[in-house]
């Protein structure tokens, strides 16, 4: 099974902040990567598909980048909408596995 | 507008069953892979099944194999999660999501608003 790791856990941040979220897979996936926000009691929401593809109407501050097995997910200029927990995903494969999450709370 | 409304969630014993149901409408249902994906309390995602368009193939994280079973039905856009010998650590909140990608192995771009599945005596 391919195990994804994610840092920080969780980060503490300010409204104009840039936020960098890393994420490492234990083996090649390609692009195969993806990136979903999830805030409480809600349901997680796609933001970006293939490590860089940004989903329609997901805001611009949103992007993603890869380098070999390691992948960032950039929140350029930090919302208030934005405090969330951020999970990345690996479809390159079943079983289908999730990164334990970054928690983006308030500085 | 897709939605996805999952229903059948609920209290039930260890070793107990449960089915889930989650009713699709605002895409064309038969055309997607779907998927259960489920989160324990205060805890991260986990996949649990994917099913394929017409139901003739199905995978499974490895901890339900043997005990769920995932299986849809395209002319009443529904899809359902038989869950048979329940454990505590099942307990979490299922979530249905479709799936786009390569066969089984895609992203969940539209997730219903999940049911709480509770295994507890």
């Known amino acids: 099974d391919i195990q994804m790791t994610q840092s920080p856990s969780s980060l503490s941040a300010s409204v104009g902040d840039r936020v960098t979220i890393t994420c490492r897979a234990s083996q090649s996936i390609g692009s195969h990567l993806n990136w979903y926000q999830q805030k409480p009691g809600k349901a997680p929401k796609l933001l970006i598909y293939?490590?860089?593809n940004l989903l329609t109407g997901v805001p611009s501050r949103f992007s993603g980048r890869a380098s070999g097995t390691d992948f960032t997910l950039i929140i350029s200029s930090l919302q208030a909408e934005d405090f969330a927990t951020y999970y990345c995903q690996q479809s390159y494969n079943t079983p289908l596995t999730f990164g334990p999450g970054t928690k983006v709370d308030v500085k | 507008e897709v939605q996805l409304v999952e229903s059948g969630g609920g209290l039930v014993q260890p070793g107990g069953s449960l089915r889930l149901s989650c009713a699709a409408s605002g895409f064309t249902f038969s055309s997607y892979w779907m998927s259960w994906v489920r989160q324990a309390p205060g805890k991260g995602l986990e996949w649990v099944a994917n099913i394929k368009q017409d139901g003739s193939e199905k995978y499974y994280v490895d901890s339900v194999k043997g005990r769920f079973t995932i299986s849809r039905d395209n002319a009443k856009n529904s899809l359902y999660l038989q869950m048979n010998s329940l454990r505590a650590e099942d307990t979490a909140v299922y979530y249905c999501a479709s799936l786009l990608g390569i066969a089984a192995a895609g992203y969940f771009d539209y997730w219903g608003q999940g049911t709480l599945v509770t295994v507890s005596s």
């Open positions: 293939g490590a860089s």
